[in-house]
C-alpha cells in the first residue's frame, strides 16, 4: 500500500508541474511541393524535404509552452528558403550547402492568435536574418543542422508572441 502511494503522490506531483493550460502552436505547411528550399541535401522533391519540415514543424510546435494561458497560435508556413544554398556546379561538392550572407533563411509565414475565441492579433510577413552568420545564439547548438532557421525563429516568435514577463528561450 505504501509503494502505491507513494507511485499516486508521484504522478500527481508531475502532472501539477506541467503547465495546465499552456498555449499550443499548430504548425501547417502549405503546398510544401512549391517550397523554395527545405532539403537540406541536393536531393529534390517532397520526400527530401520531410524530414526538415518535420523538424521544423516540431520546434514552432515546442514554442506554445510559451503562450499565454489558453492561447491557441494558428501557423500557416507558406514557403521555406533555408540558410544557405546548394551549389549544384560545384565540382566534387555538388551536394553541398554553402553558407554566405547573400543566401539568409527566409520563411513565409501567416498566423492567428486566439485565445477563448477571440482574436488577439493575426497577419502575414515574410521572416529573414539577413545577419544569420553573425548570431551569436547560433554557438549553443553547432550541431543543429537547421540551428539558423530555429534561432531565426525563435527570435520572431518571441518579439510577436512574448511579453516580457513570458519570454521563449532560444535553442
Not at 81 to 90: C, F, S, Y
Amino acid at each position: 500500500m505504501r509503494k502505491f502511494a507513494c507511485l499516486t503522490l508521484t504522478c500527481l506531483l508531475v502532472v501539477l508541474s506541467t503547465p495546465a493550460f499552456a498555449g499550443t502552436v499548430i504548425v501547417s505547411f502549405v503546398h510544401p511541393e512549391n517550397y523554395t528550399d527545405a532539403s537540406l541535401e541536393g536531393r529534390y522533391g517532397p520526400t527530401a524535404d520531410q524530414w526538415t519540415l518535420d523538424q521544423i514543424g516540431h520546434y514552432l510546435e515546442g514554442l506554445g509552452g510559451r503562450l499565454g494561458p489558453q492561447q491557441q497560435l494558428a501557423l500557416h508556413v507558406l514557403n521555406v528558403d533555408l540558410a544557405g544554398k546548394i551549389e549544384w556546379w560545384r565540382r566534387n561538392a555538388y551536394d553541398l550547402r554553402i553558407l554566405r550572407d547573400a543566401y539568409p533563411p527566409r520563411f513565409a509565414l501567416r498566423y492567428r492568435l486566439t485565445e477563448g475565441g477571440r482574436t488577439l492579433l493575426e497577419g502575414e510577413e515574410t521572416v529573414v536574418d539577413p545577419n544569420y552568420l553573425a548570431n551569436p545564439a547560433l554557438y549553443f547548438t553547432p550541431t543543429d543542422p537547421l540551428r539558423f532557421e530555429k534561432v531565426m525563429l525563435g527570435s520572431w516568435f518571441q518579439a510577436r508572441f512574448t511579453d516580457s514577463r513570458n519570454r521563449v528561450s532560444l535553442p
